[in-house]
């Protein structure tokens, strides 16, 4: 396959029209191109290899050599714009680079250290810079590569936002805190406030940069709604939180009854039961590869709220269904030998963001508590072949020797 | 004077129409008629005693044994009602005793040793329930008088909030947090959200009660607004802010040009420096008064925000017109003896409130500002000294003789 007539990747040449890009993509084959990404990157700005080398199974390859090039752009290169990004309850910025890339600015509001309150409900909690850069290096750790690429940055408010911003509703929300901070708090239905301004120290504010999709007119998505979804009321339970036997009845539904949805589903809650993520209330697909394609884990500002308490509910899908891709099983395995540890790997890959040398991405004791609720997915999964034997492990490598758990 | 016929206290014989007592008490006379809460005592409750003893020159006399009694039972009299309390901007309530005594309710909404977010403007504080506290014991102490009394009490929010309120819109707001505390967050205009909600631990909860002023239809108060008042914007100075000779237009305008008033207004900002309370945009006086009363210092939650930073700007009163009564010169120049240190003595006072018992009150730190913030009031009074002379004191102490600073 060559670029322009791979199906299974994104290709975009600069040439070509909008309409004949859809009508193209909207088939699809088996089989992920590596080459792809190989041989056309060399002219390609670092975005547009990305969105070129997404395949139906993962966003990059895990030897993808422009993935530090990706990072490196997102974090150093010039901003030119910075509008207000609607959609979603928080405060968001999509910002521009000279060489047409774009990333998802989410700001820092809460010290690095803070718990969330303990009293906010999951829907209330604020969303977190760090988690979202944290989030990333985690996916991408457990071989998921579900994540779009997300660096920590300074960014200067005053000449790389409201300098050069064309937009007027944003501008107009900057102020000059009693202490000389530059602040602003735009306009959302959360937190969108004086009293809930972001500031910088006097004007230097830390935030997270993430990479954008391609698209939604070039690469349509399908936002599915998670069967283990959360009731968002104070009150009110779901469905799953007071039926054991729920999954049963989400095994027997499309898409979850065929290939790998359900796995693909087990493995998003095992990374949120890890960072205690409460919110994933949906998660996407891109139309192009239909049903079977990998699932994007986007938004994970909340994760990385509390270190010191776990959120077993989180890991419902898991215990109900009793389901694990093998290649996860065997990465979670690892990342609880001595050797890899999975607080160690995160540590050593969050010390490349360039946040980290203002101070740690993520305390010690959010990294404790990875390896805490690591060994909690793996007794869980330890009594569900107890309960199950092999029918627990979801052979996606061919050929693999059934060792067992 | 006797009892129902004294025009400088409030008297409210349990007989009286309200239409004759709002007579008696427009007319008004100089004089402090200390024995009339001696005799009306005995039969009358703490709250109606306080309220009979309120006189033209303080709320309370310095040696009034009702005191101990009218905190104890603001701190342990059965609650028979609780409503929410409308005006203002943030979330209080309003509670009743059995013997018909009411108190204004501030809930704890911040840790004690919290200080105030230094990008917060002065208009987006929370209100502290120990500033409330506090508050009232540094006016006692400062010889003042002029704030009503205020006690801590750990309230239950299920038995005295929301089993007994016949307040809807209240009751409504209850909730229970993910942790199983009990929660609630009322309907106000700032903070009044799920995200903002008081929660107890786990249903008790800590906050100040304030015995209630007699109600308006008998005794009227009139609200000024300080010519000191901040400008309540992000960005406008208020003319005082520009103009260093701001005090001599003041000086000439009534009420500010005859009698106390100016040198009240004063005694509040140096109340104010001391608990760096920036929020004073209005006081108070009785009606019956007339002009030559004291100052109501009602609302106080602002305060005690920071003890890391003084704000000079509150002062200015003092700075600008350079005047101060004697009396309150005499304490201060007392409280910053070492025998009679301030922190000393509000922390000794503090000590006998209930809530001392979870925590101290005050922070050491807000109590060593205290200290600190004192010296530099009679550092600005000597300055004032040494450009003005003796024109800098006001001698409400008849017959005293003049030692200087």
Redesign the interface.
């Known amino acids: 396959a060559t670029a322009g007539s791979s199906t299974d990747c994104f290709s975009i040449p600069s040439s070509a029209h909008l309409s004949s890009m859809i009508g193209r993509m909207s088939d699809s084959e088996e089989g992920y191109d590596a080459a792809h990404w190989n041989s056309s990157s060399q002219s390609h700005p670092p975005w547009l290899r990305f969105h070129l080398g997404i395949s139906r199974w993962q966003l990059y390859d895990h030897k993808d050599p422009n993935l530090r090039q990706l990072e490196e752009q997102l974090a150093f290169s010039r901003i030119v714009s910075a509008v207000q990004k609607t959609g979603g309850t928080q405060l968001k910025l999509l910002m521009s680079f000279p060489n047409y890339g774009q990333a998802l600015f989410k700001p820092m509001k809460q010290e690095r250290n803070e718990e969330t309150n ?5 829907f ?1 909690d604020f969303e977190r810079h760090n988690a979202e850069i944290a989030a990333y290096h985690l996916d991408r750790i457990l071989g998921f590569r579900r994540i779009p690429p997300v660096v920590g940055r300074l960014i200067d408010m005053v000449k790389e936002i409201k300098d050069i911003t064309t937009d007027r509703k944003l501008a107009r929300t900057f ?5 000389g ?1 530059t ?1 602003f708090y735009g306009q959302c239905s ?2 969108c406030s ?2 809930h ?1 972001v ?1 910088g120290r006097p004007h230097v504010l830390e935030a997270s940069l993430a990479v954008m999709l391609p698209d939604l007119s070039l690469a349509p998505r399908r936002s599915w709604r998670s069967p283990w979804r959360r009731s968002y009321s ?2 009110k339970l779901a469905q799953w939180e007071n039926n054991a036997k729920y999954c049963e009845s989400v095994k027997k539904s499309p898409p979850y009854s065929q290939g790998t949805r359900l796995v693909d589903l087990i493995d998003m809650a095992i990374l949120d039961f890890l960072m205690s993520n409460m919110d994933r209330h949906h998660y996407e697909t891109f139309e192009k590869f239909g049903n079977n394609t990998f699932l994007l884990h986007l938004d994970n500002g909340r994760a990385f709220g509390r270190h010191s308490k776990d959120e077993p509910s989180i890991l419902a899908p898991l215990v109900q269904c009793c389901r694990i891709r093998r290649s996860t099983l065997l990465k979670l395995q690892l990342l609880a030998l001595p050797q890899y540890r999975l607080s160690d790997v995160m540590r050593a890959s969050l010390s490349r963001d360039p946040l980290t040398s203002i101070a740690p991405l993520l305390s010690e004791q959010h990294l404790t508590a990875l390896d805490r609720r690591l060994v909690t997915v793996l007794k869980k999964l330890r009594r569900c072949q107890e309960q199950y034997n092999d029918s627990v492990i979801y052979n996606d490598i061919p050929g693999h020797l059934n060792f067992g758990l």
């Open positions: 303990h009293n906010l409900y999951y209330s102020f000059t805190s009693p202490v901070n602040c959360y937190y004086t009293e301004a500031c104070r009150s």
